[in-house]
Structure formats: structure tokens, C-alpha cells
DNA sequence: ATTTACCTTTACGTTAACGTAAAGTTTGGG
DNA sequence: CCCAAACTTTACGTTAACGTAAAGGTAAAT
């Protein structure tokens, strides 16, 4: 058997309200089953929260998340989706490219930065 | 003489809108000089500017990238301040190194969806 | 002189991503 | 049996980061 988890369950795991959860579900992003009324969150639905909140920490917004973690699983197509699919994945990976170099600029300046304060500290 | 830009040069440059630029004054982040009523930016604007925009591309709010822009410079205070300066330097560089490991991540499952395509068109 | 291309201010509108409060249901423990 | 701790839905509120429209000033070119 598969393992489960409530609501407060993943809220607590992964520091999040489950406020969050609802609202993700509302746009269709996680799909709980039910007992009653009560959510019942899978292992598979424990997946998608993690690698949307892997998209989130990188400033992607849900959608983009969304849109990301659907690529993962090309469920085959025609060639012309699959043509689209490899264009808007290697936009992605040129962007996360993008955003390494960024944060090794910001990490430069900031060991500067940290250098320069731990001068002054003594 | 130093390099001038009006509202426009740097829009284009940057590739955002002058309303950005004049948002952003409004938020006390650029403080151009003014011929009449129009706007001249100087080249420290435009280095505050391009430091805001890396931070954007990190996912950080306007308010996190002043902050962060204003540890770039020490202009040296108490030992207090100092110190607690000091840690939220390091608080970002912890922040970054995690953002490093998720794009890590990210750009292994993207090449993998990047093959998974390619096999599937040939 | 008037059109064109800039620039300005003021101000209301918009979207994303939840927060928060109200009101009600369910469930295990004492 | 009753209470407390979970869960639920509905719905209005909030903040950030601009977009967009209205109304007008200025300067160079035609």
C-alpha cells in the first residue's frame, strides 16, 4: 500500500499553509482523492509539491512550474509537439544558464561584501 | 563628463518599460537628476539598475534586491550593525547555493526530457 | 506653424499567490 | 456525552509590480 498524507502533513513537511495546498488544488496542480471530504494526498502528489516548490525557490511562477514539470514526461505526441516541446525545454535550460551565472556574479559580490565586513570586525 | 541616459536609453537597453523605470523611482531605488522635468540618469544609475534586474532574475522581490544591493557597500557602522549585516550576507549566500543545487537538478531532469524528445524524433 | 516624437504627472486597473475570517462537519479521547 | 483538534467550504482582503489611459508640456523637423 501506498503511503498517504493529510493536509497538515505536507504543510508541515515542506513549511507551507495548507491554505497553499487548497489553492493549488484549486488550479488544478495537485489532485488529492478524498475520504469523505477529507484530502488524501498521495506519494505521486508529494512529487509534484516538491518539484513545484523547486521551480518556486528559482522564482518561476505556478504556471511556469506547471508548464515545466509537464515536460518531464513527454507523452509523446506528434512530431510537431514534440518539435515544440524540445524548443521550450532548451528555452528553459538556456534561462536556468542564465540564472547560474547570475548567482555566481551575486555570490562574487557578496563574499566581497563579507570579506570586506569581517575587515571592519576586527 | 560622465555618461548620461535618458528614460528611453535605458528601457531599451534593459529591456523593460519607462513606466518600470519611474516605478522604480517612486520606490527610492533610482534617483535621477532632472533637466526640467525630464529624467537623466547617470552611470551609477544604470550600475544599480543592472544589479536590481539580476536580482529580479533570482526571484527576488524589488525589496530583496535593495537589500541585497545596500550589503554590496559597508558604509560601516556599530559592531552591531556590522554583525548582524554580516549574517544576512550569509543568509544569501545560503539562499543562492540552495537556488544552485535546484537549477542543478532542474537541468538534469531537462536533459533527460531533452533525450527522452530527441529519441522520440528520430 | 504644426506635426512628430519625445517627455511629464495623476490615477485607476490588473494579476498572482495566497491570507484570513466565518461558519459548519467529523473524529478520537476523557 | 462533550470537547478539542482536525478537517471542510465560501468568500472577501491583501500585496507586489507594474499596465494603461488621460491630459498635457517641450523641442526638433518639415
Chains 1, 2 share one sequence.
Do not use: H, W
Not at 56 to 73: A, H, N, P, T, W
Not at 92 to 97: E, I, Y
Amino acid at each position: 500500500m501506498e503511503k498517504q498524507y493529510s493536509i497538515s502533513d505536507l504543510a508541515k513537511e515542506f513549511d507551507i499553509s495548507n491554505r497553499t495546498l487548497r489553492f493549488y488544488e484549486e488550479k488544478g496542480i495537485l489532485q488529492p482523492t478524498r475520504n469523505k471530504s477529507t484530502r488524501i494526498y498521495s506519494a505521486s502528489d508529494r512529487v509534484t509539491l516538491r518539484l513545484l516548490l523547486r521551480g518556486k525557490r528559482l522564482g518561476f511562477s505556478l504556471q511556469e512550474c506547471v508548464d515545466i514539470i509537464s515536460m518531464y514526461d513527454p507523452e509523446s505526441g506528434s512530431e510537431a509537439q514534440l518539435q515544440s516541446l524540445l524548443e521550450k525545454i532548451q528555452e528553459k535550460q538556456k534561462l536556468l544558464k542564465q540564472q547560474q551565472t547570475d548567482i555566481k556574479l551575486m555570490l562574487i559580490d557578496l563574499k566581497s561584501a563579507e570579506t570586506k565586513c569581517l575587515e571592519s570586525l576586527k
